[in-house]
């Protein structure tokens, strides 16, 4: 998954904490 500050849109199921986030 990503991290904030990361310049992109990321759906990571795999990763619990971030599933479902849109990380701009």
Same mark, same amino acid.
């Given at each position: /998954? @990503? /991290?904030?500050?990361?310049? =992109?849109? !990321? =759906?990571?199921? /795999?990763?619990?904490? !971030? /599933?479902?986030?849109? @990380? =701009?």
């Amino acid at each position: /998954a @990503v /991290a904030p500050g990361h310049n =992109i849109l !990321w =759906i990571d199921r /795999a990763d619990p904490f !971030w /599933a479902g986030f849109q @990380v =701009i």
